[in-house]
């Protein structure tokens, strides 16, 4: 090519896999999440860390000073738990599967 000319640079990408990436997230949590987004993992990560330090500093309170029963607060915490380890990140890679597939098709449209 001559100097001061450039060659157009074609990036192709493929799409995801909608159903990949719910399954993913759903079996391994956070860590599923990051095939769909790298920043949903992490911030799914660190929400996913608050119920486990809940429970932890629930179980760490004398019996004597607890003043809910112990057993229904557990209850609610491993509810929490599981919404945030397993459904959120779930719903999470669905919009992220999608948005990224979005964006590539206007993409190809444009070009």
């Known amino acids: 090519m001559p100097d001061g000319q450039t060659s157009p640079v074609v990036v192709v990408a493929k799409p995801k896999n909608m159903g990949i990436g719910i399954l993913l997230a759903f079996l391994f949590g956070p860590f599923g999440l990051l095939y769909s987004?790298?920043?949903?993992?992490?911030v799914m990560f660190i929400?996913?860390?608050v119920p486990v330090t809940l429970l932890y500093?629930?179980?760490k309170v004398p019996d004597s000073e607890r003043?809910?029963?112990?057993?229904?607060n557990i209850f609610y915490v491993v509810v929490i738990y599981a919404?945030?380890?397993?459904?959120?990140?779930a719903i999470w890679a669905a919009i992220a599967v999608s948005a990224r597939n979005e964006k590539l098709q206007e993409r190809s449209r444009l070009s």
Request: hydrophobic share 55%; no cysteine; net charge negative.
């Open 67 to 72: 003043t809910l029963d112990i057993e229904q």
């Open 47 to 49: 929400v996913s860390i």
């Open 57 to 59: 500093l629930m179980l």
């Open 83 to 89: 919404i945030s380890w397993y459904v959120a990140p």
């Open 37 to 42: 987004s790298k920043l949903g993992a992490i």
